[in-house]
């Protein structure tokens, strides 16, 4: 799977290695400079099954003129820059294809610039993380809050607003790309510029970044690029009214199509945040389960359900129509579900099962072997029914652990779903990576739109799409960075 | 207002030449070149001056507009795409004449409503009032969100140009409900974004998001046509629920509307939230020309609020109610009015029902030949003092101030837009000159203006980020080189 395309581009073609590592340390500083093998080394891999690359340079940028003055001369000398936060992602979205430097806004980049109360929104750095926004937020402005993710603390706001992640507010509000009201980008000139609302001004201001439209949407030439189009140095996302009552809900299922059915219901009731289902394995693992099995007659699935409200009489209401399209669907099912309170359930269980509720978190279990990768796609609410057998089919047949994870998103007009896979690396990743491209067929024969997509990946999605959009994805590519530097392999272009 | 480059359309090709070749793509009864039948593509209602299209083409088939584009793109002839003439700010006027595509009359097909994933994919003549009966027809348990728009307006041309409706409380302006998009690009190649960009051929039923895929339908958002022409369009439709209410608040100061305005859209209970100057209303039940006696309230507020139980639609409402008391307390002033609308259509008449049922001409608006309005976006802690100092322009101007505001997203940001309906011929001075002051204003607050004409877009060329216009630019000259798509939108 490893592109065959991926030609290496010798980097010192223009200049000389340590010219470069002089102008580096000249812009950033020398303890923000390293060219260390040891140093370089955790950059060039991630827990997936990409390919490991090392990159020539690491930089800590600390404001944005550092990045302005890197750009240039990366421009000038055709040296890739690969936009690097928390190392926490997959797909091999940021290791360096081509080698080059990778530029880590996730050390000294880590300002929360503004919250703005009224217009709720936050203005970030991108080395903001989830755990830092949380916690800024309960302790400064109790009354608002942003969605939260299935990731570690440690992973960054903006890098998964960019990407187009989810969070546990995705039910109601969409994709976390639904969420950004504007951008700061360096662009291959090292020209600075601001999209979205904030565009208003001819400096920087930090109370103007409210909304995305309605002028021609420049924002979008960054939304979920991975890093081609230009440098994103701040992102304002969207916060939400905090409500005074919270309540949890957990269905137990049985069945791949009555799992998707519920959850898609579900959601289009709009009376809930968040619902998430996920295999009974999973679940095990949060109680310290290494490697669950799963007996006969128990569950396939569980799904959680969080509703809050401003009142318990507008809370109530929610949790009486949510029971009351649960029975519907249980009536129509040959299937018997079950529909409990979390919180006994959490209680029952132990502590931790309560983490399916109390975001960000890292699932530990799941990082218990050296690997850990997923296919997750976008896909129809409809089809999901058919991923959840199929997968567990060839699982089953292959004797390979499978996670399953799926949401509702924006009240299921669509949904998430997420095959895991862990696994030992160096024993394992022939087989993950057959059975990683066998998931993707399956998604794509179903209209799945796979995201974080690795290289790997793109090269197979562009054989099956639209031609038409395939050459205009070039052409923005083409005039937005000429000299392919930023984060070059990725989607196919070097 | 705006020195637009003049262009010669036949420098490249005679004059009989394009209309043979347009004949030849479209049949003869789909292109004219008489000027009857050019002037009505010459104008709208606004300020904008006019000016003359030398052709007008109707296509049936996207195929079609793939030939016209080659030809044009070939021979760098203007195309204006064009649907029901119904918007504002000059934007399909033929800034330097060439062809006016109207998709209006004849790309009117609903293509697909997708009912379990919640879209319809649409041409772009598909009008409000079509769309909307098409629904309730066929597809009853959903909607989409409608607008203080006559009924012929267009779907699609509201959904590009971010838009508002009466959804827009809950779920945001109109360019977030788009999933995906099919355009002609300027060299004649047909391009589909979105999730429907994952088959070789056009299927139907795969437009069901927008991302996580490279964003490439963010370059025909607010583009105002300079990029692309759009041919087809996915929108997102929503779950109607089965009970539903409407509320009037009734408020006395500029500050006060503007509290209801952002608390109740920020209780996420209302499917929208919005406000009328009083005048406006009381045109709503016939009066033409509304005076406004002292100790009147100068705005009314429209609450729509719904549920799929009884129980649901009044916990809703009570917190509504919970949420006006607490406005009350901190106000100063304490009038602050809120009943069933009901009430108010029984007392005012039934025309008043036409701010909720829609989509609706507002026939006052329409009573002159002038109408034009300055809209933005913007932060809901401005509406107060915007509401007040235009309010006093419009005295100053000797003009019934008709003011609309709309909490939009949970009121993350707030419409805020002061109408004026003139007379063309006597006021159109007055008229610019008044809209030049709302601008001035609204600018220093950091209002957003959408549906940009060309006076204003110059200004704001002059105010903002220089590098977000040179990006602009350069985006522009990639998509669409020969400058053939609607030219001089944005300056360009």
């Avoid at chain 1, 919180?343 to 931790?352: Q, R, T, Y």
Wanted: proline share 6%; with cysteine; charged share 25%.
């Amino acid at each position: 799977m490893t592109n065959p395309e991926n030609t290496q581009r010798n980097i010192f073609e223009h200049i000389q290695k340590e010219k470069i590592l002089e102008e580096l340390i000249d812009i950033f500083g020398k303890p923000h400079v390293s060219d260390k093998p040891h140093d370089l080394y955790p950059y060039s891999y991630d827990a997936t099954e990409s390919e490991g690359y090392m990159p020539d340079f690491v930089v800590l940028p600390e404001i944005v003129e550092e990045i302005v003055r890197l750009v240039k001369f990366c421009n000038e000398y055709k040296i890739p820059i690969v936009p690097y936060v928390s190392g926490n992602n997959v797909g091999g979205l940021t290791i360096p294809q081509q080698g080059g430097i990778i530029c880590d806004m996730g050390k000294r980049m880590k300002k929360i610039i503004k919250i703005h109360d009224s217009m709720m929104y936050a203005l970030l750095e991108p080395g903001v993380t989830w755990g830092q926004l949380k916690k800024y937020l309960d302790e400064n402005h109790p009354n608002l809050k942003y969605g939260y993710t299935y990731a570690p603390p440690y992973a960054s706001v903006l890098a998964n607003g960019l990407l187009s992640g989810m969070s546990n507010l995705s039910t109601s509000y969409g994709c976390m790309a639904d969420w950004v009201n504007g951008l700061e980008v360096i662009l291959n000139t090292g020209d600075i510029v601001r999209t979205g609302s904030c565009f208003l001004s001819k400096e920087y201001k930090d109370d103007n970044w409210f909304v995305r439209y309605p002028i021609p949407d420049l924002t979008s030439l960054f939304m979920c690029w991975q890093g081609m189009t230009g440098i994103v140095t701040k992102a304002a996302v969207l916060l939400w009214p905090k409500k005074k009552y919270n309540t949890a809900l957990v269905a137990l299922v049985y069945g791949g199509n009555e799992c998707a059915d519920l959850v898609k219901e579900i959601g289009r009731t709009e009376c809930c945040e968040d619902v998430s289902a996920m295999n009974t394995e999973i679940i095990k693992m949060t109680f310290g389960i290494i490697n669950p099995p799963k007996y006969d007659k128990e569950p396939d699935y569980g799904v959680v359900l969080s509703l809050s409200a401003n009142t318990m009489e507008l809370l109530n209401a929610k949790v009486a129509y949510v029971k009351q399209t649960f029975e519907k669907i249980n009536e129509k099912s040959d299937k018997v579900m079950k529909l409990t309170n979390f919180e006994p359930f959490a209680n029952l269980l132990g502590e931790k099962f309560s983490i399916y509720y109390d975001l960000p978190t890292a699932i530990t279990p799941m990082m218990e072997f050296s690997g850990v990768t997923w296919v997750g796609c976008y896909g129809s609410t409809d089809s999901t029914g058919a991923l959840f057998n199929k997968f567990s089919k060839i699982s089953q047949e292959r004797n390979q652990e499978l996670l399953i994870f799926m949401k509702s998103m924006k009240y299921s007009h669509y949904c998430s779903f997420m095959a895991i896979l862990r696994y030992k690396k160096h024993k394992e990743v022939e087989k993950i990576k057959k059975l990683q491209e066998e998931f993707l067929n399956i998604m794509l024969d179903n209209d799945c739109i796979p995201y974080k997509m690795p290289s790997w990946m793109t090269k197979i999605v562009k054989e099956r799409c639209d031609p038409n959009w395939v050459k205009l994805l070039q052409r923005v590519k083409q005039t937005m960075d000429p000299n392919v530097i930023f984060n070059p392999g990725k989607w196919g272009f070097y | 207002m705006t020195d637009v480059m003049k262009r010669n359309v036949y420098e490249g090709i005679e004059k009989e030449k394009i209309l043979a070749e347009l004949i030849k793509i479209f049949g003869k009864p789909n292109v004219t070149e008489k000027a009857h039948n050019l002037i009505p593509y010459s104008y709208d209602m606004t300020e904008s001056d006019p000016k003359m299209p030398d052709f007008v083409v109707l296509p049936e088939k996207v195929e079609e507009i793939v030939q016209l584009v080659k030809f044009s793109n070939q021979y760098k002839i203007p195309i204006v795409p064009y649907v029901s003439g119904n918007n504002v700010g000059g934007l399909t006027i033929p800034e330097q004449g060439g062809i006016i595509c109207d998709m209006g009359k004849r790309m009117k097909k609903i293509i697909k409503i997708h009912d379990s994933m919640m879209y319809a994919l649409l041409e772009p003549g598909v009008t409000f009032g079509y769309f909307k009966k098409y629904l309730d027809d066929h597809h009853p348990g959903l909607k989409y969100g409608m607008l203080m728009a006559p009924p012929y307006a267009s779907v699609v041309a509201n959904a590009i140009l971010s838009g508002l409706s009466t959804l827009s409380t809950a779920h945001g302006s109109m360019a977030d409900f788009i999933n995906g998009l099919e355009i002609v690009l300027y060299n004649g190649e047909v391009v589909r974004t979105g999730s429907c960009f994952l088959s070789k051929e056009f299927k139907e039923d795969n437009w069901f998001v927008r991302y996580p895929i490279p964003d490439l339908t963010g370059l025909f958002i607010g583009w105002q046509g300079m990029t692309g022409i759009v041919t087809k369009a996915a929108v997102q439709l929503w779950p109607k629920k089965k009970y539903n209410t409407a509320l009037l608040a009734i408020a006395y100061t500029g500050e006060n509307c503007a509290a209801v305005i952002r608390e109740f859209g920020r209780s996420e209970c209302c499917e929208e939230v919005s406000c009328i100057t009083s005048e406006l209303a009381k045109m709503g039940f016939g009066i033409q020309h509304p005076t406004k006696y002292e100790k009147e309230p100068d705005y009314a507020i429209m609450i729509s609020v719904s549920g799929n139980t009884m129980e649901l639609l009044k916990a809703k409402v009570n917190y509504l109610k919970q949420v006006l008391e607490e406005i009350k307390e901190k106000a100063e002033d304490k009038r602050i009015l809120l009943a069933d609308f009901d009430t108010f259509v029984n007392v005012l008449g039934k025309e008043f029902g036409m701010y909720y049922n829609l989509p609706n001409v507002l026939t006052p608006l329409y009573e002159w030949d002038g109408l034009t309005w300055v809209g933005s976006y913007t932060n809901p802690d401005n509406l107060g003092p915007l509401m007040d100092k235009c309010y006093a322009l419009y005295g100053k101007y000797d003009l019934a101030p008709i003011i609309y505001a709309k909490s939009m997203k949970s009121s993350h940001y707030a419409i805020f837009r002061p109408i004026i309906r003139y007379h063309k011929g006597t006021e159109l001075e007055k008229v610019k000159k008044l809209q030049h002051e709302f601008l001035e204003i609204m600018l220093e607050y950091d209002c957003v203006p959408y549906k940009t004409p060309l006076w204003m877009t110059e200004i704001i060329r002059k105010r903002c980020d220089p590098n977000w216009l040179k990006l602009l630019e350069r985006i522009k000259d990639v998509m669409d080189p020969n400058n053939i798509f609607n030219p001089g939108r944005w300056g360009l």
